[in-house]
């Protein structure tokens, strides 16, 4: 379970990017994060993981504060919290099994993630792990040589490799087509649950929020505007969040996606027929 208490964040530079934001998101449970630009997203996520530091406020994990620990015991904590990028961040000459080991990379000495001799233990669990997220048949292949949806496979299988005890996900599908990224969704839908993982999804699809995650919690200029299920997200919430004019600009471009969307796989079926 992840609570956060009352976290705050200013920078340097004085912009306040969170206010008292708290929230507990139990075991299982997929909540997803919506906002306008400059909500506070990235500097939430960046919080939890450390990327950035609090300047106020609790991250409890477990009975650990993250907020508070130290420099050596952080190393230890982001173990515990896996990772899922927008652009993969995969190591493009390396094969999808070197991938995916590399998540196990925090708990393996030094020169063993030099010589990169992994346990047998670590390899054995990879193969499950790439054969979950139906990629067995590619594990010796390069990492450059795959589809972005298959890239974000292997991401994901990275991140478990770690044994997460939390997966933050950013933007996971916001470089992939509107069908891999249903796709997508779907698989760490049912990773989580079959984990009892929680996890917290930075996206800026909101249809597509609405169709997987179990939760949504709505930020404006750094505060929670919005916690709820998806289908208490009706249009006078998401005017509330993301501004009137905006959502309408939004949902426009939205639909024309859809038609657009409609209308290639109508001419794919003619082609094949
Ligand atoms: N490194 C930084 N230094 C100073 N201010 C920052 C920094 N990073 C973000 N901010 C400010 O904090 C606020 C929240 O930014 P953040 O990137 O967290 O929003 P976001 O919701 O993730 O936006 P987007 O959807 O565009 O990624 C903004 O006002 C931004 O200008």
Known sequence: MLELQQLSKTYATGDTALRDVSFVVPRGQVMGLIGPSGA???????????????????????????????????RRQRRR?????????????????????????????FWRSFTRRFPGQDIENAYRLLDR????????????????????RVGIARA??????????DEPTASLDPKTS??????IIEI????????????????????FMHRLI????????????????DEAVLGDIYGAEDWTAMRREHEEDQAAEADATRRVAEVAR
């Not at 927008?86 to 590399?102: G, H, K």
């Open 40 to 74: 506070g997203k990235s500097t939430l996520i960046r919080c939890i993981n450390r990327l950035v530091d609090p300047s106020g406020g609790r991250i409890l994990l477990g009975d650990t504060d993250l907020a508070q620990v130290g420099r050596s015991e952080l």
């Open 192 to 211: 989580c649950d079959e984990r009892e993982l929680p996890a917290i999804v930075n996206i800026h699809d909101v249809p597509l929020a609405q169709q």
């Open 133 to 152: 997220v139906g990629l067995l048949e590619q594990a010796d292949k390069r990492a450059d040589a795959l589809s972005g949806g298959q890239r974000q």
């Open 182 to 187: 249903r796709q997508i969704m779907r698989l």
């Open 81 to 109: 919290i896996g990772m899922i990028f927008q652009e993969y961040a995969l190591v493009e000459r390396l094969t999808v099994m070197e991938n995916v080991l590399s998540g196990r990379l925090g708990y393996v000495p």
């Open 160 to 169: 478990l490799a770690q044994e997460p005890a939390l997966l933050l996900v």
């Open 218 to 233: 709505g930020l404006r200029a750094g505060e929670v505007v919005f916690d709820g299920t998806p289908a208490a997200l």
